[in-house]
């Protein structure tokens, strides 16, 4: 998705005529209810860091992971250790890969609990607003479709917060 942004709304019927309006003037939209009569907060990425430290560990994994292995083989034979000598010249470098392999899986943890999630304030707004009882339409636009802004702003929502801009 190129862009998603959190129109909040007072009232349940201000968001369905908003969904109504938006699926009108620009078909391409995603659009998603969120609290009530809608999804769970919790079930929503862009709502829920541990969901996007999630992500981002599963990403990082991606990559560490094989090059942990790599890195761990490689240094087996680069260093001539004999630390793993029961396991035969195979078996040796195959255990350090596996090692190292553990190594790129506990850094890509370590590196996505480091990085604070973008837009902490953002989302902290919306969830506060959700606390509140206020209604919350997530408009998600992938690349190339432009959200119709005059059409959210004519629903006189209390507030647009722009919670993602890839």
Request: charged share 20%; glycine share 14%.
């Amino acid at each position: 998705m190129g862009l998603c942004v959190a129109v909040v709304l007072e009232e349940q019927s201000q968001r369905r005529d908003l969904e109504v309006a938006l699926g009108e003037r620009a078909p391409g939209l995603q659009l998603r209810r969120v609290g009530t009569g809608g999804l769970d907060p919790l079930t929503v990425v862009e709502l829920n860091p541990a969901l996007q430290r999630q992500a981002r560990q599963k990403g990082m994994a991606t990559w560490l992971l094989p090059f942990g292995f790599g890195a761990g083989l490689v240094f087996t034979f680069i260093t001539n250790l004999d630390t793993f000598a029961f396991a035969g010249p195979i078996g040796q470098p195959l255990i350090g890969g596996l090692l190292g392999l553990g190594s790129g899986w506990m850094g890509s943890y370590a590196a996505a609990a480091s990085v604070t999630p973008e837009g902490g304030d953002q989302v902290r707004t919306v969830r506060n607003r959700l606390d509140e009882g206020k209604f919350i339409l997530l408009v998600d636009a992938p690349l190339g479709v432009s959200i119709p802004w005059a059409t959210i702003q004519a629903s006189r929502p209390s507030s647009v917060v722009r919670l993602k801009d890839d």
